[in-house]
């Protein structure tokens, strides 16, 4: 996938109003870490803003994470952990989850409806699943 391609589709004015709704969630592929990411905060209907104060960074880094054009320091494990890319604890719970192990299985899950069904229930946004087509998943 080309970078202009991606990009047009992370702007959050698509993916807010069309993406969820049209492709549905239980699909999401497994390399889309940035993508899945996104889908939990939307679906917990969290802000930018929200995730940044809870992380302790910028609503630009945030942003730039979504998007996949950076990976700012608070979002992933420390460098020192075993898996750099880890997420790491405060951005795993500011979406929703109960940690690390938690994210991680919904970020390399093959059906994430599961865990996003949790964080709905959780954070009272089950019209947001209501809204979205969620198909089976094609084991």
Not at 19 to 34: I, K, M, Y
Not at 97 to 117: C, M, N
Request: hydrophobic share 40%.
């Amino acid at each position: 996938m080309s970078r202009a391609f991606r990009d047009i589709l992370l702007r959050e004015e698509v993916l807010g109003k069309h993406l969820p709704q049209e492709a549905g969630l239980g699909d999401a592929p497994a390399g889309w870490r940035n993508y899945r990411c996104y889908l939990a905060r939307w679906i917990g209907k969290r802000s930018m803003a929200d995730v940044a104060q809870a992380v302790g960074i910028s609503i630009s880094s945030v942003r730039k994470f979504e998007r996949a054009e950076a990976t700012p320091r608070g979002i992933v494990g420390t460098r020192h952990s075993a898996n750099y890319w880890d997420v790491s604890e405060s951005y795993a719970k500011a979406l929703g989850f109960d940690g690390v192990e938690d994210a991680e299985a919904y970020l390399d899950a093959k059906d994430i409806t599961p865990w996003l069904r949790r964080i709905a229930r959780k954070r009272g946004t089950e019209d947001r699943l209501k809204a979205a087509r969620m198909p089976a998943p094609d084991y």
